[in-house]
């Protein structure tokens, strides 16, 4: 794993353009940039990346079918109880599931070690599936890249087939697509769904968050007053759980993606749990409940993470008595876990993630995000990758 | 090859006016493509009897059908708030269960030829209602199309070429009572403006 410069397509802006990629600079700050990648061996990918995400996520879905069948677990997760039943259903159901996303501390040496789930809201999946393997055809096309270059990333494939068996599983049913207003990245990654669902054939309509409406029998509604029957949402089920409309969830025939049973695995109450029932496995690291903290004496330094939180937000480090806040945000009502410190790999004054994307069960690519800070968090910039 | 072998660029472009979908009235009214093989002669009858006489249906299948299309233009038909919406573009309108205003309906296809696997389908099957769409001065005056707004051809012939998509059941349409019932936890958390920018502006509610 080797992080190399490279020179930038001369017209990467007008080319965004043309793909309607709207989100490569924000806050007046590059998020895109292409003017360095990283290089794996295909070694690398297959057995230290694409072998365990497929492993972890067998892993994370045992956890789900022990805490559903757990009242105690179930308020350790802090999943309202009266949404218990509507998790439950979904599981037993078998709803089928889109895309997650596992992201890694891993260097190129030893294992990759598991920060986290993004299994219910996961973004930057455009500049991964589409935008990224768009950059290494370019590079190739104009000679600045080996012919032989390859990337881990049948991403958009992958979700275009998936689509396909959703129709199969979901029979008659159009599809909604909804996200927040004001935010162009998730208008930008919700749309890139809607264009993989189209390959797919499914009809597809979008809806934001704040206009879904009900009517008089508690159905889910658009703008055109078409009844919602099919959604994939950009927003966490731990956020809708705890709205108004909440109350309806269950009560009306909706399919969901991601399925209610997802709330169980963008949890970071699923670390703690992991621990426990695979301790020591190579990929996790030590994790602890905050009643649980005696077991975590053995480590100097611990990662204080919220039980709900997206983006990197209120992270603190825990060294003995002393707590020493790495980024703020509002989140971590809902209490905290522990997760024992293992820092990310630095490339030259880069700290790097590695994302690890799933559709279904089957591993899918990979995604790069780089930060000057030890936190990844929603504006560390995206950089490229591929296998040489 | 780990990557995708290939993606289809041109649906991938999203150059200026690509996506420009033409959405001429309320009911968004599209005209069915005639391809080849995705065509299908169907009949539209008004009543059971015109049924029997011009289908390959029985009395007993044609009334269940009849039922059928009924139940379905309660559950799919176009509605309006006011009745005098409704009657601007279907004329004849009646005030449904749920009390808005919906046009009668015109009556319901059925496929002209019918094998022997669709006449166990058409035992159970699905009928689209049909609407005479009759709005003075547009260039839909006449005709008859579905609940989704997919024109089926004049009003009056004795048998209509249709885009097969026409006889799949269309979805549900409904009076909304209430907006805005989720995004108020977004809502929230995104005034907290702390590590953005200056604005305040929430960023993505993914991660």
Redesign the interface.
Known sequence: MLRLPINERPHWKERAQ???FHFHT??GEPYWDESAFYQFS?EQ?EQDIEDPTEEIHAMCLDVVARVLEDETLLRRFRIPEQHWDFIRDSWKNGDPSLYSRLDFAYSGQGPAKLYEN?AD???SLYET??WQ??W?QDNVDRRALPLQS????????KLVNRFRDLQFLTP?R?LHFA?????L??RG?VQYLQ?CA??AGITNHFV??????????G?F?DL????I?WMFK???WE??F?????S?LGGNNVRWLEPPWKAILSNKALLPMLWKLFPGHPNLLPSFFEDELDKAEGYSELVKKPIFS??G?NISIVRGGDVHSL?????GEEGFIYQAMHSLPKFGQNFTLVGSWLVDDMAA?ISIREDSNLIT???SRYLPHI?L | MKRSKNINLARMRKGRGASFVLRPLAMGITVALMGCSSDEEVKVVSSVEDCVNNTQLDKAQCEAAYQKALAEAERTGPKYARLSQCESEFGSCRESSGGFWMPLMTGFMVASLLNDNDRRYHSYGYYNPVYRYSASGSRYYDRLMTADGQVIGRYGKSSYTVNKSAMDPKPKVTKTVSRGGFGAVASAKSNWGGGRSSSGRSGSWGG
């Open positions: 043309e793909f309607g924000m806050y295909l990918i993004n809201t996961p973004t599936g589409f393997w768009l290494l390859d990337q881990f990333n049948s991403l958009q494939e008659g159009e996200c927040c207003k004001d935010t990245e998730d990654t264009d189209s390959e934001f968050i704040e206009e879904i409406g009900c009517d008089a029998e159905a509604t055109d007053d078409q009844v029957t950009l927003y966490p956020f809708m705890r709205e108004e409309f909440g309806l997206r983006e937000a980024s703020d945000g509002p989140y690519g968090q929603d504006m296998i």
